[in-house]
């Protein structure tokens, strides 16, 4: 990010309590924004992420020759190019965003044109390898930079292919599809943990068939898309914050409307009814075939219990693992993650910089190389936080300072913005002091 460093001083609170809407999905709005962008037709969207990674792909997507009008309050226009891009003479600016590198990637395999994207140093550490074999099996034509980016890709014709994917990916698995998608015969995604739908939701939304089995999701191309207008539900990783700052204040009340609850995603509002929260869901309905609905959530007046994320439950709770391994410290039994590798090699290696902060905060805590263990029943005392430039580790540690003795500063707060600039405002609103 361009922003200069920031520090956060948080305070502990007495309580978690409010009522608030979230802004849209960032998963969501990837891929509204990518196949709006691809799709024939002006699309409308309300409610679009105001991260900075979903405007990375806005960016890209206008690079090569969509239209965007933002029109403010997060209502966005997209005309799209009906299915041919125009390569762009400058690099594509992925920013940090790991979604739009590997699933545009998937995209231009299969457009005319020579592609180069590029992102910030966080991105240009992270693992390419694997959009690489997949396309390649697909005969595309790609160049990473020692297994990152900068990468480079020479569209043209591609074959479909059968894949099983060897990480539990939605990206990798989007990425495919969306090369699938341009291409004759059926491409096969298989993957052994199923991971969140969202393409496959919006694909569809945008008029593509496709055909599902329980382990594998299939896309006969070429396929032309058509604009839609939708409103995005709110993002439940980024609520994810405040659920978990709720759960771990005994009388604790907090409503948030209009969250997405896709059941590929809401995997921790179990986690968090297995600790002990109380949750109710109100007004569930579809929107483009995602849930969404209202949540209620307070915290047990017995304190949180104990619990155990591991096999497939890992990878479907992929992105709250840092808030939940952050409010460990304050349940009764602790809290147990394991076949969580892949927390490695997101923004940051987000087990090493767990460990390291919640050390920093005086807890006990134990790395796995694909885990850690954090024992409940644990007073934490402020301290300085290393986000590590990381959206998620900076919100995580807001969560536990609010229940610390004494003050904490997060370093590198602005990092929030990836997914979430309005973080500290709603944090503030709903701490009591
Ligand atoms: C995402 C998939 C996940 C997740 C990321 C968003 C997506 O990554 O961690 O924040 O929108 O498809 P992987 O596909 O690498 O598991």
């Known amino acids: 990010m361009s922003t200069a460093a920031q520090q956060r001083l948080i305070r502990p609170a007495r309580n978690i309590s409010g009522s608030l809407a979230l802004p849209g999905d960032k998963s969501i709005s990837h891929r509204y924004a990518m196949l709006g962008a691809f799709a024939q037709g002006t699309s409308r969207f309300t409610n679009f992420s105001t991260g900075a990674d979903c405007a990375s792909t806005l960016g890209c997507m206008e690079a090569l020759g969509a239209r965007v009008n933002r029109i403010g309050g997060g209502a966005i226009e997209i005309t799209g190019v009906a299915g041919r891009v125009t390569p762009s003479a400058n690099p594509l600016d992925c920013g940090n965003s790991g979604s739009t590198m590997r699933m545009m990637s998937g995209l231009l395999a299969a457009q005319q044109g020579t592609f180069t994207l590029i992102g910030d140093d966080s991105l240009s550490r992270r693992p390419m390898g694997r959009i690489k074999t997949p396309l390649e099996l697909m005969g595309a034509n790609l160049t990473l930079t020692e297994g990152h980016a900068p990468l480079t890709i020479v569209g043209g014709p591609l074959k479909a292919i059968d894949f099983t994917t060897p990480v539990p990916s939605a990206q990798v698995k989007t990425c495919v599809l969306l090369a699938g998608l341009q291409t004759s015969g059926a491409t096969t995604v298989r993957e052994a943990v199923r991971t969140r739908d969202h393409s496959?939701?919006?694909?569809?939304?945008?008029?593509?068939?496709?055909?599902?089995?329980?382990?594998?999701?299939?896309?006969?191309?070429?396929?032309?898309?058509?604009?839609?207008?939708?409103?995005?539900?709110?993002?439940?990783?980024?609520?994810?914050?405040?659920?978990?700052?709720?759960?771990?204040?005994?009388?604790?009340?907090?409503?948030?409307?209009?969250?997405?609850?896709?059941?590929?995603?809401?995997?921790?509002?179990?986690?968090?009814?297995?600790?002990?929260?109380?949750?109710?869901?109100?007004?569930?309905?579809?929107?483009?075939?995602?849930?969404?609905?209202?949540?209620?959530?307070?915290?047990?007046?017995?304190?949180?219990?104990?619990?155990?994320?591991?096999?497939?439950?890992?990878?479907?709770?992929?992105?709250?693992?840092?808030?939940?391994?952050?409010?460990?410290?304050?349940?009764?039994?602790?809290?147990?993650?394991?076949?969580?590798?892949?927390?490695?090699?997101?923004?940051?290696?987000?087990?090493?910089?767990?460990?390291?902060?919640?050390?920093?905060?005086?807890?006990?805590?134990?790395?796995?190389?694909?885990?850690?263990?954090?024992?409940?029943?644990?007073?934490?005392?402020?301290?300085?936080?290393?986000?590590?430039?990381?959206?998620?580790?900076?919100?995580?540690?807001?969560?536990?300072?609010?229940?610390?003795?004494?003050?904490?500063?997060?370093?590198?707060?602005?990092?929030?913005?990836?997914?979430?600039?309005?973080?500290?405002?709603?944090?503030?609103?709903?701490?009591?002091?």
């Open 200 to 433: 496959e939701l919006a694909l569809r939304a945008f008029g593509a068939t496709l055909a599902r089995t329980s382990d594998s999701i299939s896309i006969s191309g070429p396929q032309q898309l058509h604009a839609i207008e939708a409103a995005v539900p709110g993002d439940l990783s980024s609520a994810a914050f405040f659920l978990c700052a709720a759960s771990i204040f005994p009388g604790s009340n907090l409503v948030l409307d209009a969250v997405g609850l896709n059941p590929t995603r809401a995997s921790l509002l179990d986690v968090l009814t297995a600790l002990g929260a109380k949750i109710s869901v109100l007004n569930l309905e579809e929107k483009h075939s995602e849930l969404v609905g209202t949540i209620q959530i307070s915290g047990p007046a017995e304190g949180l219990g104990t619990t155990a994320i591991t096999g497939a439950l890992s990878a479907q709770l992929i992105d709250e693992l840092p808030a939940l391994a952050a409010i460990g410290p304050y349940t009764s039994g602790g809290i147990r993650i394991r076949d969580a590798k892949e927390l490695r090699v997101k923004e940051s290696d987000r087990i090493a910089l767990v460990a390291q902060n919640l050390r920093a905060m005086g807890a006990e805590v134990i790395e796995f190389e694909d885990g850690l263990d954090v024992p409940g029943g644990q007073q934490l005392h402020g301290a300085t936080i290393d986000s590590g430039g990381d959206h998620r580790i900076a919100m995580a540690f807001s969560v536990a300072a609010l229940r610390a003795t004494g003050d904490t500063i997060i370093q590198g707060a602005e990092s929030a913005a990836i997914s979430f600039p309005e973080f500290f405002d709603i944090f503030n609103n709903i701490a009591e002091r």
